[in-house]
C-alpha cells in the first residue's frame, strides 16, 4: 500500500498560520490503513490544533471530513461543501490526493499534512517496510519475488556488493536490514534456480521508470 | 497512554495531566490514594488553560449531500 507518515504539528502550524478556518480532509483508503490520515487521525489532528491554537491566542475554527478516496474526484464531491467554506485545506491524504484536491478545487489551496514515503507492506503490527519502488519493469520473475531494486540501498541489479555481511546490509547504521541480495541467493537455492544469480543482468532501462519524466498509462478499451 | 501524553505536549499542555492505572475493585485503598495525588497533581498544574473562551465561535459541522 501507499504509506506517509504525519508531519510534525509546527510544521502543520506553521502552514495554517495565515487561515482561520481550516478543514482537515482525511481519505479512507492507503492512508487508513497504515494509521496516517483516516478519519481517526483527521479527529485527532483537528482536536491537537484547536487546542493548541487556542493556548496560544490565536485559534483556529478547524473542520473535519474524510472521503473514501481521495485521489478521484466523484469522492472528493462529497466534502465540496466543506472546501468552499474553508480558507485552507490540510489533506491528510497522499501525495496524489492533495494534488488532485488542489486541481479539483483550485480555488482553494490544499496544503498536505503527511510525507508519503512509498508502497510498503506492514510486515508486523505498527511496522512498515519498502517491498516496490514503481519502477514500471517488474524483474521479480528473476529474482525469487525479492525486489532489489526497492530492497538494495544500491538498487543493485548484480548483487550482493561487498558490503554485504553475514547476510547484513553495510549501509544502514542499526545494522540489522537483511541484505536483499544475500536473500535473493538463498530463496533461488530453495527453488532449484541458483543458475538465474548467475546471469549477468545489463543496466536497467530506467525509462519506465522517473527517467522518462511523468508516466501516464492510457488505456484506450476503457476511456468513455 | 505514552502516544497520548505526546499528543497533549505537542500542543502545549502538561502532559501529567493525563495518568492511567490498572487496578481491581478490590483495591479500595489504592483507589482513594490515587485520586487523592492526582487532585494534587491537578492544583498544582493549575487549572486547565483551554478552559479560557477565546470567543471563536465553534466552526459547526455541515450536512453532507449524498
Not at chain 1, 543458475?195 to 511523468?214: E, F, L, V, Y
Not at chain 1, 508516466?215 to 478499451?221: G, L, M, S, T
Not at chain 2, 497533549?8 to 485520586?35: D, K, T, W, Y
Request: hydrophobic share 35%.
Amino acid at each position: 500500500m501507499i504509506v506517509a507518515q504525519q508531519k510534525p504539528l509546527e510544521e502543520i502550524k506553521a502552514m495554517i498560520a495565515d487561515a482561520q478556518k481550516v478543514l482537515i480532509l482525511g481519505c479512507g483508503t492507503c492512508v487508513t490503513v497504515c494509521f496516517a490520515g483516516g478519519e481517526k487521525e483527521v479527529a485527532i489532528l483537528a482536536s491537537q490544533l484547536r487546542m493548541a491554537t487556542r493556548l496560544e491566542g490565536n485559534e483556529k475554527e478547524i473542520r473535519e471530513f474524510t472521503v473514501q478516496r481521495q485521489c478521484e474526484y466523484e469522492y472528493n464531491e462529497m466534502a465540496a461543501d466543506y472546501i468552499r467554506d474553508a480558507d485552507l485545506i490540510v489533506s491528510l491524504a497522499c501525495g496524489i490526493g492533495v494534488q488532485t484536491v488542489n486541481e479539483q478545487f483550485p480555488e482553494k489551496l490544499t496544503v498536505p499534512g503527511l510525507n508519503t514515503s512509498g508502497l510498503s507492506q506492514p510486515t508486523e503490527q505498527g511496522v512498515w517496510v519498502e517491498r516496490c519502488q514503481a519502477c514500471g519493469d517488474c524483474i521479480l520473475a528473476l529474482t525469487g519475488g525479492l525486489c532489489p531494486i526497492a530492497r538494495c540501498a544500491k538498487s543493485l541489479l548484480n548483487g550482493p556488493c561487498g558490503g554485504s555481511q553475514r547476510g547484513i546490509c553495510e549501509v544502514y547504521a542499526e545494522r540489522e536490514t537483511p541484505c536483499v541480495w544475500d536473500q535473493i541467493y538463498h530463496r533461488l537455492k530453495e527453488l532449484g534456480q541458483l543458475d538465474k544469480i548467475m546471469d549477468i543482468r545489463p543496466p536497467k532501462n530506467w525509462h519506465p521508470s522517473r527517467d522518462g519524466g511523468q508516466r501516464k498509462i492510457v488505456r484506450e478499451d476503457l476511456r468513455l | 497512554m505514552n502516544y497520548a501524553k505526546k499528543l497533549l505536549a505537542e500542543v502545549g499542555l502538561e502532559a501529567e495531566r493525563l495518568e492511567i492505572f490498572f487496578l481491581s475493585s478490590a483495591e479500595g485503598v489504592h483507589f482513594a490514594e490515587i485520586a487523592a495525588d492526582m487532585t494534587e497533581r491537578a492544583r498544582q498544574l493549575g487549572p486547565n488553560p483551554l478552559k479560557k473562551s477565546s470567543g471563536v465561535k465553534p466552526w459547526t459541522q455541515m450536512e453532507v449531500k449524498e
